[in-house]
């Protein structure tokens, strides 16, 4: 299996499991989403993003490599790349993780900046799963259910 | 090639119905009625759980515990140093390897 179509996949699963347990502490309104369990929410989105982090770290670090070996074979399933929905998806990751970060880190030191950030980090959200609803719909194709083979005739 | 396989066709079915559920629930939550006076009760409930249970609320245990905070410190110390060796190791072997 290629490595880039892992981390699609991957990428895919980790951000659905961010976006649920995201939505779910985004306020009272939102809560019934994971019955307001907020700490299994907390856990959940904490664990899943320390992955998404990580995947990102791997993509980049894969992307360098590919730049110093000079491999220039296309890889349509990388998450990240120069433009087109590669580039929304590279921005997003950035600001998710530099927001998720300051909210994570000062949460309880400094109340100004992450009522910023977690106002950029909800609405960056609604956007990105916006988008990926896009995505799916112009990849609809990978949605259709293998063939059966035509057997041979006896 | 693997998206012919049946299994593989249903996770991928399973991972696109999450995101249209996340993108129904935040429309739903968006335009709907409320928070109702019991909904509000039972997130501020879920949040106070969310303090003392969960990693939220380790993480303000650790803020407050200054043995835990040295050790993390002196944890952090042994840990980039590593890190950055092992990546470049990682690098090393990758770059060497004629695949």
Same mark, same amino acid.
Not at chain 2, 71 to 96: H, K, T
């Given at each position: 299996?290629?490595?880039?179509?892992?981390?699609?996949?991957?990428?895919?699963? #980790?951000?659905?499991?961010? !976006?649920?347990?995201?939505?779910? /502490? !985004?306020?009272?309104?939102?809560?019934?989403? &994971?019955?307001?369990?907020?700490?299994?929410?907390?856990?959940?989105? %904490?664990?899943?993003?320390? $992955?998404?982090?990580?995947?990102?770290?791997? $993509?980049?670090?894969?992307?360098?490599? =590919?730049?110093? %070996? =000079?491999? %220039?074979?296309?890889?349509?399933?990388?998450?990240?790349?120069?433009?087109?929905?590669?580039?929304?998806?590279?921005?997003?990751?950035?600001?998710?993780?530099?927001?998720?970060? #300051?909210?994570?880190?000062?949460?309880?030191?400094?109340?100004? !900046?992450?009522?910023?950030?977690?106002?950029?980090?909800?609405?960056?959200?609604?956007?990105?799963?916006?988008?990926?609803?896009?995505?799916?719909? *112009?990849?609809?194709?990978?949605?259709?259910?293998?063939?059966?083979?035509?057997?041979?005739?006896? | 090639?693997? /998206?012919?396989?049946?299994?593989?066709?249903?996770?991928?079915?399973?991972?696109?119905?999450?995101?249209?559920?996340?993108?129904?629930?935040?429309?739903?939550? &968006?335009?709907?009625?409320?928070?109702?006076?019991?909904?509000?009760?039972?997130? *501020? *409930?879920? /949040? @106070?759980?969310? @303090?003392?249970?969960?990693? @939220?609320?380790?993480? /303000?245990?650790?803020?407050?515990?200054?043995? $835990?905070? =040295?050790?993390?410190?002196?944890?952090?110390?042994?840990?980039?140093?590593?890190?950055?060796?092992?990546?470049?190791?990682?690098?090393?072997?990758?770059? %060497?390897?004629?695949?």
């Amino acid at each position: 299996m290629k490595f880039d179509f892992i981390l699609h996949w991957l990428w895919a699963l #980790v951000f659905s499991i961010l !976006a649920l347990s995201g939505i779910a /502490m !985004a306020g009272a309104k939102y809560g019934w989403v &994971m019955q307001y369990d907020i700490a299994t929410a907390d856990i959940v989105h %904490r664990l899943a993003a320390v $992955v998404y982090v990580l995947l990102t770290l791997i $993509v980049i670090i894969y992307e360098i490599i =590919r730049i110093l %070996r =000079r491999d %220039r074979t296309k890889k349509p399933w990388l998450v990240f790349g120069p433009s087109g929905y590669g580039l929304f998806t590279f921005i997003t990751t950035l600001i998710f993780i530099i927001t998720g970060a #300051v909210i994570w880190l000062f949460m309880d030191s400094n109340h100004a !900046a992450t009522a910023f950030t977690m106002w950029i980090h909800e609405k960056l959200t609604y956007l990105a799963v916006a988008s990926v609803i896009w995505h799916i719909y *112009m990849k609809s194709h990978a949605l259709k259910w293998p063939k059966k083979k035509e057997r041979k005739a006896r | 090639m693997w /998206m012919q396989k049946k299994w593989f066709t249903l996770l991928i079915w399973f991972v696109t119905t999450s995101f249209f559920f996340a993108f129904g629930a935040i429309l739903i939550s &968006m335009f709907r009625f409320g928070p109702t006076e019991q909904e509000a009760m039972s997130f *501020m *409930m879920g /949040m @106070m759980k969310a @303090m003392e249970t969960s990693l @939220m609320g380790l993480s /303000m245990q650790v803020k407050e515990d200054a043995n $835990v905070q =040295r050790l993390v410190y002196e944890s952090v110390q042994f840990a980039f140093p590593l890190l950055a060796i092992s990546i470049a190791g990682g690098v090393y072997v990758r770059c %060497r390897r004629k695949v």
